[in-house]
């Protein structure tokens, strides 16, 4: 896999445009002077957390014993119950009684931006050919970079959108994460099976 391709595949898996009504559902009770800087935090944390993947990852899980498919499994999970979230509100917002009504990590760093398939993505990048790190790291910053941009002007489509139009689009995006979660689920179970025979 050469740099763009590594580029690409990561901005995909990312996916910030699929991100953004789950950023404006989460962001929309936070006061509108902080949003700015709470996205900024988020992605910040996202890009260490990734960076940290890349260069030690498979470090990580051999040190605490555990397979790339029980990474998969258990952001399918916490996908899962956040997309339950998004079609059946809770009074209390999607993230629950959060300090200052603002998220933090979860879920806009982990796992929406430096979510399971992003995470594996670095590991696999490093695996198939760790002599090329520098390449994997430029691959890694420029996708993070080019979804941050995208995620940066989210808060412009609530004026665009909304109340009405964000409650639609969270509940249409909530019936697609949970089959994301799904599938995502499977495939960590899928993995997990197959090193069992």
């Given at each position: ?93 999607l993230m629950g009684d959060t300090p200052d009504g603002e998220p933090f990590i979860v ?43 995208m995620l940066m002007s989210a808060p412009l489509l609530l004026k665009v959108l909304g ?35």
């Open positions: 896999m050469d740099i763009i391709s590594a580029f690409v595949t990561l901005l995909f898996v990312m996916d910030p445009l699929g991100n953004v009504p789950i950023f404006l559902s989460v962001l929309k009770n936070v006061d509108p002077a902080r949003r700015q800087k709470v996205l900024a935090r988020e992605l910040l944390i996202a890009l260490v957390v990734l960076l940290l993947f890349l260069w030690g990852g498979s470090a990580l899980l051999d040190l605490l014993g555990l397979r790339q498919e029980s990474v998969s499994i258990a952001g399918a999970i916490i996908l899962f119950l956040i997309a339950i979230r998004m079609i059946f509100p809770s009074p209390y917002g879920p806009l760093a982990i796992p929406m931006v430096a979510g399971p398939s992003a995470l594996a993505i670095a590991m696999l990048l490093v695996t198939s050919d760790p002599g090329r790190m520098l390449d994997w790291t430029v691959a890694l910053v420029g996708a993070w970079a080019a979804a941050a941009v109340n009405r139009g964000l409650i639609a689009v969270e509940r249409l995006m909530g019936m697609v994460l949970v089959m994301i979660a799904v599938q995502m689920f499977f495939e960590g179970v899928e993995g997990f099976l197959h090193l069992q025979n």
